[in-house]
């Protein structure tokens, strides 16, 4: 049995960043391994941190990441959610410790542990790019960079993430632009892994949880960060298709102001109720995987902000048929039932790929 241990984005208050952690670690922990979580370490080059803070993407890129990290610090996390997660990684082991005890194996990944232009709480570090000191051999596994590009980098700033990288034994990502921003600057192999929450099983998990006392009797689940659905005729053409067909619509994560606060839900009522759900609306990266794995019909949302991640996702699941670009195309995408044979095809074998790639290089 190996020490490994996982150094994620699982301490941020965000179903799919909590889930994706928990996936990863039963799928380590399946492979007879003891796993832990390492706490990111605050970077400690300040012109690097600053470099990081400025998010020198774009303006508007910039304006939209500050509002996201308020969001996800204030609104979308409010009292009664920040306990559930707390509680959540308490009751699953994935609570962060220091990097004081030698490991045989660290796994980096998945979610955005790449996305070093975006602001965060630890600056840049070099820490997430390969620089862990406390294990014999690191990994990544679904990396992804999210928005950053290789091009965006300073000099100094790339050649740290170069440097960072030459530690890494073996690289996965999980898209197109997370690769090309790897083999730009590392030169180094790599694979592609799907995210946990995909190829991870919660089927113990979830079989016997009831949440009809949380939920209306049938609904739909409007997955978004917070405000976000706020043009007026997403508004329309949404609560006009709920109202035809007798929906309630929910908003489990990011709060809408126009739709009523609904149960506050733990990650695996989240996954239950997208089960149970008639149909979701979603313009987000796990939002769509949650929706793809448990939901029966479904509408992803692609907007300039969230293109890069989610065109390559819904290719990679086959589920391009329901993508909408405009709002008015909403019902027609709701008619389709989702081919949930494919895609329990399509993830079960990228399960044993990815099982397969864990047990070669941890």
Known sequence: MKKVIILSMQQVDNYGSVLQA?????????????????????????????????????MKNEIWLKRQWKRVKGKICGRKLRHVFSEFRNSTGMNSVS???????CVIGSDEVFNCLQKSKWGFSNQLFGDVGCAKKVITYA???GSTKADNLSNELRESVKKAMANLSAISVRDRNTAEFVEKISGKKLVYNLDPVAVGDFDDEIRNLN??????????????????????????AISEYCKARGLKIIAPFGRQKWIPSSETLTPFELLKAFQDAECIITDTFH????????????????????????????QRLQIQEHVITDISQLSTVLEKNLNKKKIHEIMSLERVKSLDYLKENL
Do not use: H, W
Request: net charge neutral; charged share 35%; aromatic share 8%.
């Open 22 to 58: 928990y996936s990863l670690k039963k799928m380590i922990e399946s492979l007879d391994n003891e796993v832990k979580f390492l706490a990111i370490e605050m970077g400690r080059n300040e012109a690097l941190n600053l470099q990081c803070s400025k998010k020198d993407i774009d």
């Open 99 to 105: 990097g004081d005890e030698q490991v045989d194996v």
């Open 143 to 145: 990396a992804s960079c």
């Open 211 to 236: 949440v009809d006392s949380k939920l209306p009797k049938k609904y739909c689940i409007v997955y978004s960060y917070s405000e976000r659905f706020n043009d007026l005729n997403e508004i329309k």
């Open 287 to 314: 939002g769509t995987l949650f929706g793809a794995k448990f939901g029966k019909k479904l509408a992803i949302l692609i907007r300039e902000s969230n293109r890069n991640k989610l065109e390559d996702l819904t």
